[in-house]
């Protein structure tokens, strides 16, 4: 989860067609009306998953049942946003905490949902117990390889056979304005274990849950810029690519999404060309962690619809980007919203410096925005049967 700073100068979005599991139309008649059908019955016209990420206090609390009724209907598949990172599932050294995420499999169990599993490597959110130790040195680096290993394989084989994908590596690439801005591996595995960390977790991942897609995933990967040292979707795309032929098991590519309306950000034809480079690797793809952010300026705080009704209709247009683009892609297996209500969004509990907001399909009431109505409509619009060929006059 990162905030967009490449700027790119947007073009109109494509217009696409063909589908899966068409339903066949008689000729002179009309198709049911298909507006009042949730996001998770549309997506599946195109055996396409539509996730969101779970906030579980949200999830339990009985003051905010909205929350789990629309996790419910809404959506195909679900993620968990924070309940199966390293320090929530063990805080304490060789003690798991499994409950609020074994909580959520059962839950998704219950309701014929699919799990993306998030994260198993990743620098951030990682147990005090961890970084401390390899601080003041108790950690070595041998027993912290051997730590990284215990934990993939332990974390896998709990929830094996109920996880459908996972983030196995996170982030792992740098960004063109940090230094030096040649893009190159980040972070806290990188830095104690060095560039094969990545192939490593792949393989211990793969052992210990055969039948989980695996995937590495980062933000900023929805295009290609100009595929130069800096490029950081052509960067992910030769380290993967280089995975693949080393015979690495990595099954997908997961484009996180963030985008912010400050930001020129993509068309449609430039998203599908980078996910059809990476499905033309043999890999799948999937949109993990979709939001659309905009500055909360006093206006808009003070409810002025003059600043207010545009950042709406740029969301709308950038969150049906990436839709459009996935659904032209028939590899792209699953499009996940990083929540779906601003009211429990963590866009402005991180972007405070200026305040952002205004991020997911829902506002803070549970009423759909713009942006729901958009994503409703690519998901209805691509193709047969409520888009035919033109009759004759």
Known sequence: MRLRRLLLVSAAAVALGGTL???PVSAGSSPPDPSNQS???LGQRHNLYIGTAVDMAALDDPADPKYRELVKSEFSSVTAENVMKWESLEPTRGTYNWGPADKLIEFARKNNQKVRG?????????????TEGVANGTISTTELRD?????????????????????????????????????????FWAQHLGPNYIADAFRWAR????????????????????KGPSDKTYYVYNMVKQLKQSGVPIDGVGSQGHLG???????????????????????????TEVDVRSQMTAGVQGGDSNEINPRLQASSDNFSVLMQACLANRHCLSFTFWGFTDKHSWVPTWFTDPLEGLATLY??????????YAIKSDLIFAGPPYVLPRGKK
């Open 21 to 23: 599991n068409v339903v």
């Open 118 to 130: 998030h994260v198993l490597v990743w620098q951030n959110q990682l147990p005090t117990w961890l």
């Open 261 to 287: 309306t400050q930001y020129g950000n993509y068309n449609a034809f430039q998203v599908k060309e980078a996910l059809d480079a990476f499905s033309g690797l043999g890999l799948s793809t999937a949109f």
């Open 39 to 41: 996001l998770k019955a």
């Open 363 to 372: 506002d803070e009431s549970y009423q759909p925005k713009r942006a729901y």
């Open 147 to 187: 730590l990284l290993k215990k934990h993939i394989t332990n974390v896998a084989k709990h929830f094996k056979g109920k996880i459908w994908q996972w983030d196995v590596v996170n982030e792992a690439a740098s960004d063109p304005w940090d230094s030096p801005s040649s893009i190159h591996l980040k972070g």
């Open 207 to 226: 052992a210990a849950d055969p039948s989980a897609l695996l995937f590495y995933n980062d933000y900023n990967l929805e295009a290609f810029g100009d």
